[in-house]
C-alpha cells in the first residue's frame, strides 16, 4: 500500500504516501494531521502499564476514553418489546464496574469471556444511575487467536501509548500508523544543534520518537518528554533572539536630555518622591534612548505603581532631544484622561508659546477619532510641524494622515488591547529611523510568559507602589443576603459622607443596542431586592432556572439606586456609547469631585486614576476575568485613603466562578492573580493558536511548569544566535524557526 520507499520517509511525507488514501484521509480529516511529522509529534496523552487496570471511578461522564479492564459478567438476551439482541458486557478495575451494551452483535459473545482483559474505548454516558459505554470499539489481550497482534505486542514493552483520539479513530489505530511510519523513518535532521544535545544528555529526535510513541520503560518516557520540552522553548527562544538581533541591527537617533531642558524642570516641579524603582527605571530608559538602535522595552508594574511618570519622563528626555514623543491609549477616556493628567503635571512647561508658559516648554496635543473637524485639522498641523512634542491619542494616532515631523519615541499604554500590527503601524511613522518603543503592559505577567510572550522585549518592573499607600479590602457579596447588600450602599453612603467618591461597575450597559433587553426572571429578583422591596416570597434571587440570565444593566441600575439606596447623592453613568465629549465633561467632573457616585462600564478599567475614589461596587462580579477585577480594583487605593472593592455575584458557594471571586478577595498580588488567571485558561490558550486554526507550538512545555527549561533554553539560544544569526550552520534549526508562524504572542494578548 504504501508508496514511499521506506528509507524516503521523512517528517514533511504525507501519511496518505505512507499509510494510505484511505487511512491518511481519516487522519487529517478527523485529527487534523496531514505529514509524518503531524503523527509523530500527536503526542499520548497517557500510558497504560502492563497488568494496571484504569480506576473507573474516574471515568467523567461525556469524555470519550479508553480504559484497559477486565471482564466481570457477560449476560445477552433477546430484547422483549422489540426485536434484536442486546449484549451486556461489565468490565470491572478490581473495584469499580462499568457496563459496555452491543446491539445485535451475538456473535461476541464466543469470546468476551469472564476473566479477559482488553482496551475498550467509547464515550461514557449514564444510564439508569450506571455509567456505560454504548457499543464500546475494543480490543481483547491475550496470546490466542482473539487477541489483536500488534496492540500485544505494543506490550512487548511494560508500557503502551494511549492518543487523543475520536470515536472514529481509536488510540490503537493510531498506535498502528505510528507504528508504521517509525518504521520507515530513517535518520531525521534535528533541529537541536548535536553539540547541545550531548552537553545537556538530550535525545536525538528519532530516538525521542521511539521513546514517546514505544517506551519500554517510564525512562523512556521522561528522555522524551524532557527533550520535546526542551525543543519546543528553544526553538521559541531562538526566533525571539533573532527579533531581537534584528533590532539591534537597525539604526535610530539617539535621544539625550539636556541637563537644563524640560525633563530636569518637571522633575524640580514634581509634587511627590519618584520610589527606587521609577528613579531605576528611568535611568534604564535614559540609557536605552541614548543608543544607535531603537529600543524595544517592556515596562509591567502592579497597577498603580506609577508607570505613566515613567513614560512621561522618557517622553520628555525625547523633547528635549528635540524629537516627538507619541502615548497611544486604548481607549479614548484614558487617552483624555492623559491628555489631562500630562497637561497638569506639566504645568506651565505644557504652554509654549502661550501667555505665561515656560520658554523651553511644549505642546501636548490630543488626537482621538471622536475629535470634530475642525480641532482634529489643527491637531494634524501641530503634530506634523512639531508644534506639538507630545501626542496623546487613540487609534487615530495610526491613521495614514497622521504624520510627524520626528517621531522619536512611541509609548504603548496597556499594551495587551492593541495587535502586534497597530504597534508596527505606529512605529513606521519614524522619518530617517524607527523610534525608541517603550510598551507598558497593565498587569504584571509572570516572568515565564515575559520570557515567552514578550520575549524580544527587554523588560523592566515596577515592584513597589508609591510610599503612604492605603491598603484596598476586597469582599465578596452574595445577593443572596439581602442584608448584605443593602450594607453595601450604606458602605458607599458612609465613604461620599466623608468626601470620597465611588465606582459601581456593571458588565453590561442595558440600552437599546443591547441584545436581548429582555430581564430573565432570576433577575428580575435582584432587582427587586435593590429597589428594597425586600425578599420575594421565599424566592431565592439568582439564576433564572435556565441559562445564565443578563447581567445588572448599568442604566437601570443607575436609575434605581439615584431613586433608591443612594438617593441625595450625585450619580452619573459613563459608558462606552456616549459621545467623546460626554466622557470627557463626566471624567473631569468625577475627577473634579463634583459626582459623588460614577455607575460605569468597564471603560474606567484600565488607567483611570482619580485618588479619592476610595469604593467599588462591582455588580455581577462573576462576569469579569481575575486580572480584569484586579485592573478594576487598581482603581481605588490610588491616594491615601484606604480603599474597599465589594464584588457582589450570585455565583453559589463552592461554584469555580465563586472560587475566582475569593482568590481576588485574598490578595491584591497581581503577579500571583496573574499565575492564577493563567491556569484557569488553561495551558493551551497562553500562546493558544488553536482558534486560528493553526497547532500551537508549545504542547509538552508549559509556561507555568516549566520556567527552569524555558530560562536555560533561553540563554543557550541567545548564546547560538550571537554566533550565527541566520543559521547557516543549522538548517534543520532554521527550517522549524521559520515555520514557526508569525506571531505566536497576538494571540496571547488578544485574550487577555
Ligand atoms: P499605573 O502604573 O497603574 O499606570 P499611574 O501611573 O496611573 O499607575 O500612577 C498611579 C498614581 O500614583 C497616579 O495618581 C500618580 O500620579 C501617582 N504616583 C506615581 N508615582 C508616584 C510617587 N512616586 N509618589 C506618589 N504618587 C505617585
Ligand atoms: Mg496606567
Known amino acids: 500500500m504504501a508508496q514511499v520507499h521506506p528509507q524516503d520517509v521523512t517528517v514533511s511525507t504525507r501519511l496518505t ?89 451475538p456473535w461476541r459473545e464466543r469470546y468476551l469471556q469472564v476473566g479477559r482483559r482488553g482496551l475498550f474505548a467509547g464515550r461514557v454516558d449514564t444510564y439508569r444511575g450506571k455509567r456505560q459505554l454504548a457499543h464500546p470499539d475494543f480490543v481483547l489481550l491475550g496470546d490466542d487467536a482473539d487477541a489483536d497482534d500488534e496492540v500485544v505486542e505494543a506490550f512487548a514493552g511494560e508500557l503502551m501509548a494511549i492518543y487523543p483520539a475520536t470515536a472514529q479513530v481509536a488510540t490503537w489505530t493510531i498506535a498502528r500508523c505510528v507504528r508504521r511510519v517509525l518504521d520507515g523513518l530513517g535518520e531525521l535532521p534535528d533541529p537541536l544543534p548535536e553539540e547541545l544535545r550531548r552537553r545537556r544528555g538530550l535525545l536525538s529526535l528519532r530516538d525521542a520518537f521511539v521513546a514517546v510513541h514505544r517506551p519500554r520503560t517510564w525512562d523512556d518516557v521522561r528522555a522524551a518528554r524532557e527533550r520535546f520540552r526542551f525543543e519546543e522553548a528553544f526553538v521559541l527562544q531562538v526566533e525571539l533572539a533573532r527579533r531581537r538581533s534584528a533590532t539591534r541591527a537597525l539604526p535610530a537617533k539617539p535621544r539625550v536630555a539636556r541637563p537644563d531642558g524640560l525633563l530636569a524642570a518637571f522633575d524640580r516641579q514634581l509634587p511627590f518622591e519618584l520610589t527606587d524603582g521609577q528613579r531605576a527605571v528611568g535611568e534604564t530608559i535614559a540609557a536605552d534612548l541614548a543608543r544607535d538602535h531603537p529600543m524595544q522595552r517592556l515596562l509591567q508594574g502592579e497597577v498603580g505603581s506609577g508607570k505613566t511618570i515613567c513614560a512621561l519622563r522618557a517622553m520628555l528626555t525625547v523633547v528635549d532631544a528635540g524629537g516627538q514623543a507619541a502615548l497611544l491609549a486604548p481607549t479614548e477616556v484614558l487617552a483624555q484622561q492623559h491628555h489631562r493628567s500630562i497637561t497638569a503635571l506639566l504645568g506651565p512647561l505644557a504652554e509654549r508659546g502661550m501667555l505665561g508658559g515656560a520658554e523651553h516648554g511644549t505642546r501636548v496635543a490630543l488626537l482621538t477619532g471622536g475629535q470634530s473637524t475642525a480641532a482634529r485639522r489643527k491637531t494634524l498641523l501641530d503634530i506634523a510641524s512639531g508644534e506639538a512634542g507630545i501626542v496623546v491619542g487613540t487609534h487615530a494616532l495610526l491613521e495614514e494622515k497622521v504624520t510627524f515631523a520626528d517621531l522619536g519615541l512611541v509609548v504603548i499604554d496597556e499594551q495587551h488591547r492593541f495587535g502586534v500590527e497597530q504597534r508596527a503601524a505606529l512605529v513606521a511613522k519614524g522619518r530617517e529611523a524607527p523610534p525608541h518603543v517603550l510598551v507598558m503592559t497593565a498587569t504584571p505577567i509572570p516572568r515565564t510568559v515575559a520570557m515567552t510572550v514578550f520575549g524580544d522585549l527587554e523588560v523592566s518592573s515596577l515592584t513597589e507602589l508609591p510610599k503612604g499607600r492605603a491598603p484596598i479590602r476586597t469582599v465578596v457579596v452574595p445577593v443572596s443576603k439581602p442584608a448584605w447588600l443593602a450594607r453595601v450602599w450604606e458602605r458607599v453612603r458612609e465613604e461620599v459622607a466623608q468626601g470620597r467618591q465611588a465606582y459601581v461597575v456593571c458588565p453590561r450597559i442595558g440600552d437599546d443596542e443591547d441584545d436581548g433587553t429582555e430581564q430573565p426572571q432570576g433577575r428580575a429578583s435582584v432587582l427587586e431586592l435593590l429597589r428594597g422591596a425586600g425578599s420575594t416570597n421565599g424566592q431565592p434571587a439568582g439564576r433564572a432556572s435556565s441559562g445564565r440570565p443578563e447581567p445588572v444593566s448599568l442604566l437601570e441600575l443607575a436609575t434605581i439606586l439615584s431613586e433608591g439606596p443612594l438617593a441625595g447623592l450625585t450619580v452619573e453613568v459613563l459608558h462606552g456609547r456616549q459621545p467623546p465629549e460626554t466622557k470627557d465633561a463626566v471624567m473631569r467632573r468625577f475627577a473634579a469631585g463634583e459626582i459623588d457616585v460614577l455607575v460605569a462600564t468597564t471603560v474606567i478599567e484600565v488607567g483611570v486614576d482619580v485618588p479619592n475614589a476610595s469604593v467599588m461596587v462591582i455588580m455581577d462580579a462573576d462576569w469579569f476575568g481575575v486580572s480584569q477585577l484586579h485592573q478594576l480594583r487598581g482603581r481605588i487605593g490610588r491616594g491615601k485613603h484606604p480603599g474597599l472593592c465589594l464584588l457582589v455575584t450570585d455565583a453559589a458557594d463552592g461554584s469555580p466562578a465563586r472560587a475566582r471571586l475569593d482568590a481576588v478577595a485574598s490578595t491584591t498580588d497581581g503577579f500571583e492573580l496573574s499565575r492564577l488567571d493563567l491556569e484557569q485558561r488553561r495551558e493551551g490558550d497562553v500562546l493558544g493558536a488553536a482558534q486560528s486554526g493553526r497547532r500551537s507550538s508549545l504542547r509538552m512545555l508549559s509556561v507555568i511548569r ?47
Open 17 to 105: 504516501d505512507v499509510l494510505g488514501r484511505r487511512m491518511g484521509s481519516l487522519l487529517i480529516e478527523k485529527l487534523n494531521l496531514a505529514t509524518v511529522g503531524d503523527l509523530l509529534r500527536h503526542y499520548p496523552r497517557r500510558y497504560v502499564q502492563r497488568g494496571e487496570l484504569t480506576n473507573l471511578d474516574e471515568l467523567v461522564p461525556g469524555e470519550d476514553v479508553t480504559v484497559m479492564a477486565e471482564i466481570a459478567g457477560v449476560t445477552g438476551r433477546r430484547m422483549r418489546r422489540r426485536s434484536g439482541h442486546i449484549l451486556e458486557v461489565v468490565v470491572t478495575d478490581g473495584r469499580g464496574r462499568l457496563s459496555l451494551t452491543f446491539f445485535n452483535q
Open 706 to 752: 516549566d520556567e527552569r527549561v524555558i530560562a536555560d533554553a533561553r540563554a543557550e539560544a541567545a548564546a547560538l544566535v550571537a554566533e550565527d544569526p541566520e543559521l547557516v550552520r543549522h538548517p534543520a534549526l532554521r527550517q522549524v524557526v521559520d515555520a514557526l508562524g508569525s506571531d505566536a504572542r497576538a494571540d496571547y494578548l488578544e485574550k487577555t
